[in-house]
């Protein structure tokens, strides 16, 4: 076996750095697979029928709560072959490992198993040891899946080398085309008061009169919740008119134009609209802003940093599998 290479080892030691799962979490407490039938051969080395269900299982009833008929098998394929696709892509990075003939330590895996037993069982060996024999685990089969965890998580590291630098043109570009992300969701609390008009023209011309001798009253200095009280038809009228906090695309289009426009504490002009009259007020505004390049700029380079580093990985993988001989039943 080679001796571990300088850059793998830091990928190594940065995985043994992370967050440990509980021991009763699907990571770890996987039931022994039971060779029930072939889903995939990968150079050789069987993919079973039962690791792609173990894998699948916890997504599965998830969908089973949300999805039913069509759209179910539809969701139930999807999260198989993506289970499947997983599966095959860590036997062929366990395979590379196998290739370049790296070797972990026993003390990486040893240091592993402490901080397992330390974080989740109180440092109490006896009752990890127990807990594995609960679900049918041998100490050799826990420390063997738990190494290939390892390999695979500073495989994917080892493999993936960036600059860690972008540049500020992709940055600006980024900033300019995602601003939406970087602003907070803009509300306003809003009042309304709505009076109907009629089909027949005699009429229509009455509740035009009757919407214009409201606005005069609200000119002069009428409350508006009272005004609404006795003008108003709309479903909030015994509220004022009261719509609260409201968002976008909660009103009709051009009622929301007019609204998300007016400034606090104007009424609106009247409002012609789908044969109705309405008359708005704006009492408060929340957000709205931007937040500037400045203030994300960090933000965003380690976005994309992070998304040049999964480019980059899946890239590799992609050259795993055309090198190898992959058949899926």
Known sequence: MRYLARPFAVALQAVCGLVLLPICCAAFAQQPVQVDGMAAIVNGEVITMSQVRSLSQPREKQLRAQYTGQELEKQLKATWEAALKDLIDRQLILQAFKKEKYEIPDHFVEERMHDIIRENFGGDRSTFIKTLEAQNYTLGEFKQKEMEQMIVQAMRGHNVKTKNIISPTKVDDYYRKHRDEFTSKETIKLRMIMIPGQKDTATAQSQKALAEEVLGKLASGAEFDQTAQIYSEDSTRDNGGDWGWIEHNTL??????????????????????????????????????????????????????????????????????????????
């Open 252 to 329: 009709a289009g051009p009622l929301e134009k007019i609204a998300f426009n007016m400034p606090i504490g104007r009424i609106s002009n009247i409002i012609d609209y789908a044969g109705n009259y309405y008359i708005l007020k704006v009492e408060d505004k929340q957000g709205g802003t931007t937040k500037s390049l400045a203030e994300v700029r960090a933000d965003i380079e380690k976005k994309l940093i992070q998304a040049e580093a999964q480019q980059i990985q899946e890239r590799w993988i992609a050259s795993l599998r055309e090198k190898a001989f992959i058949k899926t039943f």
